[in-house]
Nanobody, 115 residues
Framework: QVYLVESGGGLVQAGGSLRLSCAASGSISSFNSMAWYRQAPGNQRELVAS???????NYADSVKGRFTISRDNAKKTVYLQMNSLKPEDTAVYYC?????????WGQGTQVTVSS
């Protein structure tokens, strides 16, 4: 059993900040990579940022310089610090965690950025 519990979503004004957290629990002690995806209405789910267990990171061009992904392996938690938020960042954000064999998804959390 693996559970990914997300928190930190909500409503924020343009230019504001939010910090998303995703804590993993269950039988798997570590993950090769953890990531945040997002899906806006009418759009496909897209990768926002990813981070390996050794802290190598990748970002979508649309968020580079504004978002920062980090992880605490001891806590099995991944974070997404979102600064300078724009209305186009509005989406449901999903946490993903992968071993070498299988991936797991969180339930999704709504982020809404008002103009």
């Amino acid at each position: 059993q693996v559970y990914l519990v997300e928190s930190g979503g909500g409503l924020v004004q343009a230019g504001g900040s939010l910090r998303l957290s995703c804590a993993a629990s269950g039988s798997i002690s570590s993950f090769n990579s953890m990531a945040w995806y997002r899906q806006a209405p009418g759009n496909q789910r897209e990768l926002v940022a990813s981070i390996t267990r050794y802290y190598s990171t990748n970002y979508a061009d649309s968020v580079k310089g504004r978002f920062t992904i980090s992880r605490d392996n001891a806590k099995k938690t991944v974070y997404l610090q979102m600064n300078s938020l724009k209305p186009e960042d509005t989406a449901v954000y999903y946490c993903n965690a992968k071993t070498s064999d299988v991936g797991y998804w969180g339930q999704g959390t709504q982020v809404t950025v008002s103009s």
